[in-house]
Every structure is written in structure tokens, then in C-alpha cells.
């Protein structure tokens, strides 16, 4: 479970153009669900997965990981949480360029050691999971757009993490490839995985694989809507 108290983000503090992101968020996000963020751009979307992601740390309020509050960590704690818990789907997919589609996939699992060829095997299997074997000595920028997507999932999931966050994950994409990306979605899910993500797709919020829909507005949560009877 993920606990949010009191969720401040201000940018610019103590300047002109002081920006306050979140204003006082309040949120439990339970294990092994699909949960979908959703509001106009500007509503604080991408800064709430920042801070759940340990990406950023909050202005004030408090942060609890299952039974521990990470809010106080010092970034190196706070780093090796991230890389062991989270996998990370950007809507750029931040792919380096020059590097294989094998190398990127494996990119995120060197600082933290271990075997080398366990980890190759392991990249090349979740290349092959998404059909991407045959491409995995290819370039990352002599891929397609929905590739180069699968590629990114196939990087998020290397150190085999518990949460999957995924900001506007559909919003390059054409409706076979979103309509594809929810498929790998929804199987995650059926391996216990917990995914948290921000869309503004109607494909995206709607499907039947979201447990869980919070609309934001102005750095604030407007509706969570209740876990739906029957998701499991």
C-alpha cells in the first residue's frame, strides 16, 4: 500500500513565480490494482507520480511505502528504493539513443550489481515476451513508435519491480497500439503487479482493467471514484 498525508509541492519557493503543484493531498493506493489519474494538463498529474515514484520529495506532508515512511530518507535510501521497487513508463520513453534495444532494456539494472549473464537472459526474455526478439540488436531510434513503447516496458520491468508507473502512456500512440499497451497492461496486473498511471485517453480511464479512476484539478483531488465491485 501507498499513503499520502498532507501532499504539498510548491516550485520557486520564496519567489515571484512561486507554483504550488499539489495542494494538500490525502490518498491510499492499495496493492496489485490499476489505478488511473486523470484531469487537465496543469492538475498536478505527473508531480504526484513523481513523488510516489521517489522521483521528487514533497514541499511538506507525509510519504508511506507498505509500513514505512520513505519521507525522510536520505537520497541514497531513497534512490535504491526506486530502483528495487518501482519501473517507470515515460511518455517520451526516454530511450538513449545510439544504444541497442537490448542495452536499454538493461540499462537500469547495472547499479545494482549482480550477474551479467543472468542479466542479459533476463532482458532477452522480456524482449521475447513482447515480440521483440528479433529486434533486439536494432538501434533504438530504427524502431517504430510502438516498438520503441515496448522497449520501454521491457526496460521498466528488469529488476522485476513491484509498481509500475506510467505517465500519459498512450499519448503518442495511434488506437491498435494504445488499445496494444492495456493488453500488456492487463497482464501485468494478472501477475500481481500494482500499476499507477495518468491519462487523459478515454481508452485509457475507461477500460475495464482500471480498478481505480482520481480525477485532480488544481493540485487537488476532486472524486476518487470507489474500486469497482468484482476487480480483482
Not at 520557486?12 to 493506493?29: K, P, Q, S
Not at 487537465?40 to 514505512?68: Q, W
Request: aromatic share 4%; with cysteine.
Amino acid at each position: 500500500m501507498i499513503e499520502l498525508k498532507g501532499i504539498h509541492k510548491a516550485f520557486n519557493t520564496g519567489r515571484e513565480n512561486e507554483f504550488h503543484a499539489l495542494n494538500g493531498i490525502d490518498l491510499h493506493l492499495p496493492t496489485q490494482r490499476v489505478t488511473a489519474f486523470r484531469g487537465p494538463s496543469g492538475s498536478g498529474k505527473t508531480t504526484l507520480l513523481s513523488i510516489i515514484g521517489c522521483l521528487s520529495r514533497p514541499t511538506s506532508g507525509r510519504v508511506r511505502l507498505g509500513e514505512r515512511d520513505i519521507s525522510g530518507l536520505p537520497e541514497r535510501f531513497l534512490t535504491h528504493i526506486r530502483r528495487q521497487t518501482f519501473g517507470f513508463i515515460f511518455q517520451q520513453f526516454n530511450l538513449i539513443k545510439g544504444l541497442s534495444a537490448l542495452e536499454n532494456v538493461m540499462l537500469p539494472a547495472y547499479p545494482l550489481g549482480g550477474n551479467w549473464r543472468a542479466l542479459h537472459e533476463r532482458a532477452e526474455s522480456l524482449l521475447g515476451d513482447l515480440r521483440l526478439a528479433h529486434r533486439r540488436a536494432a538501434a533504438i531510434e530504427h524502431l517504430s513508435g510502438g516498438e520503441q513503447q515496448r522497449v520501454a516496458i521491457a526496460r521498466a520491468l528488469i529488476n522485476d519491480p513491484q509498481i509500475i508507473i506510467a505517465d500519459e502512456p498512450t499519448a503518442n500512440l495511434d488506437t491498435g497500439l494504445a488499445m496494444e499497451f492495456m493488453a500488456i497492461l492487463e497482464n501485468l496486473h494478472a501477475v500481481g503487479k500494482t500499476v499507477i498511471l495518468t491519462s487523459h485517453d478515454p481508452l485509457v480511464v475507461d477500460a475495464t482493467i482500471v480498478h481505480q479512476v482520481i480525477d485532480m484539478r488544481d493540485g487537488r483531488i476532486v472524486t476518487p471514484v470507489p474500486i469497482a465491485e468484482g476487480c480483482a
